[in-house]
Each structure stands twice: as C-alpha cells, then as structure tokens.
C-alpha cells in the first residue's frame, strides 16, 4: 500500500512543474510575452529546484526530520505559489514565483524517493520506477488540465494543479515516515550530503545521472515546439493533448522499466535508455522528409527511452550509500542534475529558433556521458 500511495502522492505534487508550459499562449496574450520567455518561466523552476535541492541535501535534513512532514509542507508552499501566478501581471513577478515553486518541488521530487526507499528498500528500483513513473505523468499533467479548458480558463487549469498538490500534501502527511527510517534518521550529520561522493559506486550513478539530465528537461520543454512543426495543422486544445502524450508516455516506460529491472538489474536498464536516447537525439535532424505522424510517433518512442532509465540512476545511488545518507546523498545529486538541466535549458531552447531540429545533436552528449559513466568499472555496479 505504501508504495502506491507515495506514487500517486508523487504524482499529484508534481503537476506543479510545467503549469506556465502549458498555458503558454494565454501567457504570451496576456503578458505580450514573446517566444523565447518561456526559456525563463522553466529555467526558474529548475533553478529553484537545484537552490532548495542544495539546501536539503547538504544540510541532511531530509534523513535528520521526518520526510513526510518535510514533504507536506512543500506541497502547501508549491501550491500557494502556483495558485497566485495568474495574479502575477507579467514575466518577472512570474519568474519570481516559478521561483518559489522550484523550491517547493525540491522537498517533493527527492522526498518522496526517499520516503519510497525507506517503504519499499527491498523493491528500490521498482519502487522508484512506479514513482519516477508518475512524476513523468506529474510533468504531463497541467498539458492535461489545459486541454480540458475548465470553462476555457487557462487559470481553472494552474488551480487545478494547485489543489492536486494540496491533496499529496495531506497523503503524505497521513502515511507518515517509514518506522525503520525513524529509528535511524538521527545518525545522520549536518552537512553529510557530500560525503556520498567518496563513494566510487554513488559517483558513477551520479555522473550517469547527470547526462541523462543535459537531455531529458531540455526535450520535455521542446516537445510542444516539435509537435506543432511536425503537425502544424493542430490546433491549441490538439496540441495540448498531444503534448500530454508524448510526456505522459514516460510514465509507462518507467514502469516497464521497473520491472524489468527486476530480472536485468537496474544498470542495464539504465544503459537501455541512454543507448535508445543517444541514437533519437542522432536521428531526429534526420527525419524532415517523413509525415508528421511518424514524427510524433518517433518523438513517443524518443519520450520513452529519455525517462526508462531514470529511476534507475537513484536506485544505483542508493544501493551505493549507507542507509543514514540516502535522503541526503539523492537530493544532492537531484540538485546538480537539475543545476545541468538549467543550464541545458538556458542554451539550447533559444537555439530552436535557428537551428531548429538540429537542436537535438546538442543534446546527444548528455546520454554519452551517461553511457561512459555506467561503462567501467563493473564492481561499481555488483549488486545492481
């Protein structure tokens, strides 16, 4: 039981994280926003992200407190920050309160991995599979909301993920922390987070993680810009669904990660998807000449294999690390993956303009780095 109420948890906490995407040409109508904007709407959140991902985690609050109340918390200051976005009145406000929501998502992203680890340590990769899995369908989610209009409010829609964050908020809070972790979260010391990379296997994870993050946001961001020049015929409530799709997509993969895992390990699962990712991100320039469908179709499977292996990336780090510096050690390696994916986000969608399509061999070196990171050696990985 656990197991599913930490994923849906997870899933509701996180529709947080692309709302302004999603109702980005209300935005644009109402703020005279012009195209490259929202490079800083989602730039914000992952800044965000990475400046409360540092804090956790390299304070070891997340495994000296209790995580749930940690978790809960987060979810209340997520969605009061979403819920006042329309009243933001332009970009910088807005940027502001991105901002704030980063933040949030930082003790909901990486807290509920831990929370996850602590109910499941037996089942970690399946675990993080079913959770990663939902915070994809999370990320697709406000796709969702605006398709449905709510009325043909773009605002029904930045509400509605506010209340989906309120509603993980008190799940978690209810659930509670698991009584094994509660018994040995003391053990851990201030500013413990770091100390995770004396550890050779937690590295390697780490460092895979890393390029996995140089690709993933950066094409979650693009996909509504890729689908509207594949199908340009579509219209904003097609689009939106759409977009849904190719994210949501994700979701499923990571669960038939997950529990492919179980026979593969998830190290092999992990390179499955850098391998198919480095060989989409190789293609797409390629692909001008097909119909559109089988442009979207490929960007499904591109979906897919940029976010099969991603659970597993957290399960090698936490089979790395000692018990008392999991929360820690994952919320530090979550803050410099999304460090990298602002980064990426910062250069590469102002590019799209210009190079269009061939904004994707940008993004190729990612997946490679992860490749070279799982490759050697293999005592790393024995257990995984």
Avoid at 90 to 116: E, F, H, N, Q, S
Avoid at 133 to 151: I, K, N, Y
Avoid at 270 to 276: D, E, N
Wanted: hydrophobic share 55%.
């Amino acid at each position: 039981m656990p197991i599913v109420w930490i994923a849906l948890a997870e899933l509701f906490g996180t529709a947080l994280w692309f709302t302004p995407n999603a109702v980005i040409g209300d935005l644009e109508r109402e703020w005279m926003l012009a195209a490259h904007d929202l490079g800083w709407l989602t730039g914000a959140v992952q800044v965000g992200f990475l400046l409360g991902t540092l804090t956790i985690g390299l304070s070891g609050i997340a495994d000296r407190r209790d995580a749930s109340r940690l978790f809960a918390a987060c979810c209340l200051l997520g969605a009061l920050s979403n819920a006042a976005l329309p009243w933001a009145g332009g970009l910088w406000p807005a940027v502001a309160l991105r901002l704030i929501t980063g933040m949030a998502l930082a003790g909901i992203y990486p807290v509920g991995m831990k929370l996850m680890v602590g109910w499941e340590p037996q089942r970690a990769g399946l675990g993080l599979a079913w959770l990663v899995g939902m915070l994809v369908v999370g990320t697709a989610l406000p796709h969702l909301l605006a398709g449905l209009s709510f009325g043909g409010s773009w605002r029904g829609a930045l509400w509605s993920a506010s209340l989906l964050a309120l509603v993980a908020g008190a799940m978690i809070w209810r659930l509670g922390e698991a009584p094994s972790v509660s018994k040995t979260s003391r053990e851990t010391p201030h500013w413990a987070g770091p100390s995770a990379f004396r550890i050779a296997g937690f590295r390697r994870a780490a460092s895979a993680y890393f390029g996995h993050m140089w690709e993933l946001y950066t094409l979650w961001a693009l996909i509504p810009l890729l689908l509207a020049t594949a199908l340009p015929a579509l219209t904003q409530t097609q689009l939106a669904f759409g977009s849904f799709a190719l994210i949501a997509i994700g979701g499923p993969g990571c669960w038939l990660g997950g529990w492919l895992s179980l026979r593969l390990g998830s190290r092999r699962i992990a390179q499955l998807g850098l391998s198919g990712s480095a060989v989409c991100c190789l293609l797409y320039p390629w692909l001008g000449g097909m119909s559109g469908l089988w442009v979207a179709l490929f960007l499904a499977l591109w979906s897919l294999l940029a976010v099969i292996d991603s659970p597993h990336f957290s399960a090698l780090s936490t089979r790395a690390c000692p018990a008392s510096l999991v929360g820690s050690a994952l919320t530090l390696q979550n803050a410099i993956g999304f460090a990298i994916s602002a980064g990426s986000l910062a250069w590469l969608l102002p590019t799209w303009s210009s190079l269009g399509p061939w904004v994707a061999w940008l993004m190729l070196p990612g997946p490679l780095l992860g490749l070279w990171a799982l490759a050697l050696p293999r005592k790393d990985f024995a257990r995984s």
